[in-house]
């Protein structure tokens, strides 16, 4: 058996732990460090619920050791309000729109979500569909998760318009 | 749903994957984007007792152009690679082929050399270095050794890959034929990133009058590997394209096949998937190259 040190940021705080090589990046952010905003469902790549952003890019959380995000900077669910807990534009979005429902896989959503808007201010609704293309929800069909992608991304590009005025 | 133990290690040289690898004794395994080899670790279904990261090895990510090929780093993520401008300019096939890999979370994450290493006779980027005739070069501690597409893949997960091996670079021939070159890549699946039923690739060269110079077909999900047909390849050669000439070969694609039945689909429906895939993919490049001509598109 093989353990290992490593150090991640995880929302912009430096975390250390002592891992063991076949823990999963998404065991080590629930049960060692304790962020269980971020789920999980399959553990083997398929459902799309552990995803997080690695390095600026979403990811899937179970097909990583954390062994092998040493020294990477992780965004979870938990890393997208700011620090007084209000919500996000994203994430007020999908409140208005109902873009959930048991929210299984919301924190996956999210991300996955965020990681669109970031390169992508005003996506179409193919590129919405392809982002979440790996994401499995069993509640809301879908439609009002896309629903809510697009009101995020019209509500932020009013925000820029208000501020450049 | 978890690992069994397993030692890991962190490799810093191509030297030392292979010393790792031959001390492992046949029991180490090269991990890289772990996209297909972390679910077989979880389900069990693969064992060993040591994992060889690959991910930091200085020289095994990157791409790089030659006269005649791109080379890519076999570490290289398959998201680099869609975003590459020389993929694009180059290999617009492997650029095709690549949005149909996984999800964008899997393709940040996924590499080049690991979708090839793992041969799912139904995955893009096996098919596409197949249908240009690319090849693998495997590494070992007795030197880099170049492996030829057609021999590379053996069966459903299974290549000429030794234990003591690993795959250093994938190389992608990029044409020189004078004309206009269209590629085509068409695939079927239950929803759009799952596993293809089946798949089409297609890659040719129409000349100033319209007459195609050189053409290849490869087939992905209808048989143990992906495979090249160059029979109806072959058989576009010196025509026009014509719908004619894309139903002959589509008759030999549907003939040369060898798919099974599983539960997503029979072999008869995936027989009869591969040559609409192909004909479907062949308009495709007809259309691209004959569009970059500006000639007559009158079929397309």
């Known amino acids: ?165 | 749903m978890k690992a069994v133990d397993f030692d890991y290690v962190r490799a810093g040289s191509v030297d030392e994957v292979c010393r790792m690898l031959d001390d492992a004794a046949e029991d180490g395994k090269v991990i890289a984007g772990g996209q297909t080899l972390v679910p077989l670790l979880a389900m069990r279904l693969t064992r060993p007792a040591l994992l060889v990261d690959i991910n930091a090895v200085p020289g095994l990510q990157g791409i790089e152009g030659t006269t005649d090929a791109l080379l890519l780093g076999s570490c290289t993520r398959q998201a680099e690679a869609e975003r590459s401008e020389l993929v694009c300019l180059q290999l617009p096939l492997l650029r095709k082929g690549l949005s149909f890999v996984g999800h964008v979370q899997t393709r940040n994450r996924g590499t080049i050399g690991g979708s090839i290493a793992n041969a799912d006779p139904s995955a893009e980027i096996g098919l596409v270095m197949l249908t240009l005739g690319g090849s693998v070069v495997t590494r070992s501690s007795d030197g880099d050794t170049i492996v030829p597409a057609d021999e590379f893949f053996l069966g459903p997960m299974i290549t000429t890959l030794m234990p003591n091996e690993f795959i250093r670079q994938v190389q992608f021939p990029v044409w020189q034929v004078e004309g206009w070159q269209g590629t085509g890549f068409q695939e079927t699946s239950p929803r759009r990133s799952d596993f293809a039923l089946a798949s089409a690739a297609v890659q040719l060269v129409l000349d100033k009058d319209g007459i195609c110079r050189r053409a290849a077909i490869g087939i992905g999900g209808a048989a143990a590997t992906p495979v090249r047909i160059d029979a109806a390849a072959e058989g576009l050669v010196g025509t026009t394209v014509s719908e004619a000439d894309i139903t002959a070969a589509a008759d030999v694609v549907r003939e040369m096949v060898d798919p099974e039945s599983d539960l997503h689909a029979s072999a008869d429906y995936r027989r009869r998937l591969a040559a609409t895939l192909a004909a479907r993919a062949i308009r495709e490049a007809r259309a691209e190259a004959r569009r970059k001509g500006e000639g007559p598109d009158v079929e397309a």
């Open chain 1, 1 to 165: 058996m093989s353990k290992h040190e490593v150090t991640v940021t995880v929302n912009g705080r430096p975390q250390q732990a002592c891992v063991e090589a076949r823990m999963t990046l998404v065991d080590l952010l629930r049960d060692v460090l304790r962020q269980t905003g971020t789920h999980v469902g399959c553990e083997h790549g398929v459902c799309g619920a552990c995803t997080v952003l690695f390095n600026g890019r979403p990811i899937r959380s179970c097909l990583m050791f954390a062994v092998q995000a040493d020294a990477a900077d992780i965004v979870t669910v938990e890393g997208l309000a700011d620090a007084s807990g209000n919500l996000s534009v994203l994430q007020d979005a999908f409140w208005e729109a109902h873009g959930l429902q048991c929210g299984y896989c919301t924190p996956g959503m999210l991300i996955a979500a965020q990681a669109l808007l970031e390169e992508t201010v005003t996506p179409t609704d193919e590129e919405i569909r392809e982002a979440i293309s790996g994401n499995l929800c069993r509640c809301t069909g879908y439609q009002q998760i896309i629903e809510a992608i697009r009101l995020a991304s019209r509500s932020s590009t009013a925000q820029v318009a208000d501020h450049d005025e």
